[in-house]
């Protein structure tokens, strides 16, 4: 919820403002109150009269207006809010905030605040993909600028690809965990999420049914209770949630790589079905059929990232969890998982064909700790990812 929450919404210049005004709605309907900033280029899409008639305020247009400087100064315009969110940041917007220019009343409020700044960019993905615009995206994220989205798609003008500006309800969702005062605010937390992905050669690769869907809900409301999450995600089938700090991977070594980058981290929890073996021959070409018989794959071992995590001598999160998919004696095997891989606590669920878990919607799990095994009822993995994530707050707030 956003109750009392103030939001400073500045509307850039591109056929995305239409959702703005959507935007503009959910945000109210939470209880925010969202002052409004339209840019000129914004006008030529969106009218100042519906942008203020949905905020149930005034629009502010210009940087020289004198009713507004009698009334509430620029600075103080950009000082009031909560959180500044613009969106659609076009290419423009974002280089000037990545520059430091102030010619217009949108950058000069983005160049005098002191608020937390959320930007959702939305342009042609040639635009997006230029090295300049990456490059303004670096600057920003460097500055501690928030960015949701974009999405890929079919666009307005006609291609496809990055640059569809995120849904009103998913920039919602990132506006409040932003914005959330829960017990977990100020902690940061590890989340692995996903399968690996082990090439075999450059088309072909070993991986597992796992969608993500698990750790992708538990990042979710661990970031709706106000904690940074460091998301870290094989290739799955869900996106990741907004107002997380993803890092993509592919195979599992990456994994290991990207959570060691993420440490020091308040608590880890490890939801990625992480291969056990990759492909040593792992071929850089193509492998075709021969009269000479079958290829030859060789294998190697994993690193047993949960594991390697739970021994660390420093910077050993003070809580770590580590997942059990058992497909059969599940106490019994995730009882005796806990103690190998030295983890606090261990979430089991049985992940035989049958139960539909793997892949699907629901869970059923057993936690298990040093206080023992708790069998919780089947419920959504979105149930199990909030009761989840309310333990890890009791245990480390
Ligand atoms: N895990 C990991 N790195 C690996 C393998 C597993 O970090 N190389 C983590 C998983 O994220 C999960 C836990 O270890 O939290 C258990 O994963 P699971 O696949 O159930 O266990 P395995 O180690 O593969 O054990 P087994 O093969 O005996 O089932």
Same mark, same amino acid.
């Given at each position: ?196 992905h082990e090439p075999i050669d450059p088309v072909r690769y070993i ?28 290739? %799955?089938?869900?996106? =990741?949630?907004? @107002?997380?700090?993803? /890092? !993509?991977?592919q195979t +599992?070594q990456q994994?290991?790589? &990207? ?19 990759r492909v040593t021959s792992a071929s850089d070409r193509k492998l075709k059929?021969t009269?000479?018989?079958?290829p030859a794959l060789e294998?190697a ?71 023992? %095994?708790?069998?919780? =009822?089947?419920? @959504?993995?979105?149930? /199990? !990812?909030?009761?989840? +994530?309310?333990?890890?707050?009791? &245990?480390?707030?």
């Open positions: 919820m956003l109750a009392g929450k103030h939001i400073l919404l500045i509307i850039g210049g591109g056929i995305a403002a239409f959702k703005s005004l959507d935007l503009i709605r959910r945000l109210r309907e939470r209880g925010a109150v969202v002052t409004p900033v339209l840019t000129r280029a914004g006008e030529e899409f969106v009218t100042p009269l519906s942008v203020s008639a949905l905020a149930g305020r005034k629009v502010h247009r210009d940087l020289f207006d004198l009713d507004d400087e009698a009334e509430m100064g620029h600075i103080q315009l950009s000082r009031v809010a909560d959180l500044v969110v613009v969106a659609p940041a076009t290419a423009d917007l974002m280089a000037k905030m990545a520059g430091g220019l102030a010619n217009d009343l949108a950058s000069t409020l983005l160049l005098a605040t002191d608020t937390p700044v959320m930007i959702v960019p939305a342009m042609n993905v040639r635009m997006w993909e230029h090295a300049a615009t990456q490059r303004n995206l670096e600057t920003l994220r460097g500055d501690g600028i928030a960015i949701v989205g974009p999405n890929k798609g079919d666009m307005a003008c006609g291609e496809h690809g990055p640059g569809r500006m995120s849904e009103p309800m998913e920039i919602v969702e990132a506006v409040e965990a932003a914005l959330s005062d829960g017990p977990l605010k100020g902690r940061r937390i590890l989340v692995t999420s996903g399968p690996t991986a597992n049914r796992s969608s993500g869907a698990q750790g992708t809900a538990l990042a979710r409301a661990l970031t709706a209770l106000g904690a940074h999450v460091v998301f870290v995600t094989g290739p %799955a089938d869900v996106a =990741p949630p907004e @107002g997380v700090e993803v /890092v !993509a991977v +599992a994994m290991q790589e &990207a959570v060691a980058a993420a440490l020091p981290v308040d608590a880890a929890v490890f939801a990625a079905a992480v291969a056990d073996w059929k009269k000479d018989g079958l294998f071992e994993n690193p047993d990232i949960l594991h390697g995590v739970s021994h660390l001598k420093e910077n050993r999160p003070p809580l770590v969890v580590g997942f059990a998919a058992e497909t059969n004696d599940v106490i019994e095997n995730a009882t005796a998982k806990r103690l190998r891989k030295g983890c606090d606590w261990i979430v089991a669920n049985d992940v035989s064909p049958a139960t539909g878990i793997m892949g699907g919607s629901e869970n059923a799990v057993t936690l298990i700790s040093d206080a023992g %095994a708790e069998e919780w =009822p089947r419920m @959504g993995k979105d149930a /199990v !990812a909030q009761k989840l +994530a309310a333990r890890i707050a009791d &245990a480390i707030s």
